[in-house]
């Protein structure tokens, strides 16, 4: 897997996938997120959740990832497949839910970050103590690996040709809850071009597709 799997390549329009769009609302089936285990740090969206930016990404090998912003910022739906135009096909959906936001403004303190992503493991801060996850990205050995960096072109009106571009660099980490799934967690580092850099730790729950209302 390349270390820049995300090219940067301009959106030539805001696809929609599975009725997804700006706009447009979802929610997630109540029974699916009855489902979470009792040791997971995932919090549930309570009710239906509208749309009012979106994300793109070229993964190249006609692969894309499309980021589903909602009106409540805990939550990101995101879906990696097709185009959404010419390919609508739908490898996975995952929820993420925002378990924390850091602004950073100090360099040493951001190339500390990316260090410590690099580790095979990462020890989350919350409130009832450290939980530690394990890599799941280039996880053949315990050796440092650098983190994937990408572009994700984000739109929060359908009729913008030009979106606002964030860079990232992220790291995948994951879990076993008791009840034998797995919990994920994103350390995303965002810097845009017209913003404050931050880390944002997300954890995420796979869902099937059969669970997404629209």
């Known amino acids: 897997m390349f270390r820049s799997l995300f090219s940067r390549k301009p959106t030539k329009n805001i696809p929609e996938i599975s009725n997804l ?36 990404s070229d993964l190249g090998e ?3 990832l499309h980021r589903f912003y909602p009106d409540d910022d805990r939550f990101i ?86 979106g606002r571009s964030v860079f990232q660099t992220a790291m995948l980490f994951g879990r076993g809850l008791k009840d034998g799934s797995d919990e994920m967690l994103l350390v995303n580092m965002e810097e845009p071009e017209d913003g404050d850099r931050a880390v944002s730790y997300l954890v995420g729950r796979a869902i099937p597709m059969h669970s997404l209302v629209t």
Not at 32 to 54: C, N, T
Not at 108 to 116: F, I, L, N, R, T
Not at 131 to 154: C, G, K, L
């Open 21 to 56: 769009t700006i706009d447009r609302a979802f929610h997630i089936d109540p029974v699916e997120m009855k489902l979470v285990g009792k040791d997971s740090i995932f919090v549930s969206p309570e009710i239906d959740l509208r749309i009012v930016a979106q994300g793109y």
């Open 62 to 64: 006609q692969s894309f």
């Open 77 to 162: 739906l995101q879906i990696q497949g097709g185009d959404g135009v010419s390919d609508k096909r739908i490898d996975e959906i995952v929820l993420w839910y925002a378990f924390d936001v850091r602004y950073i403004s100090q360099d040493d303190e951001w190339s500390g970050m990316k260090q410590k992503m690099s580790a095979a493991q990462f020890s989350l801060p919350t409130q009832d103590g450290a939980i530690v996850f394990q890599r799941v990205w280039f996880n053949h050995s315990d050796a440092a690996e650098d983190p994937m960096t990408y572009f994700e072109d984000v739109h929060e009106n359908r009729e913008s040709q030009k």
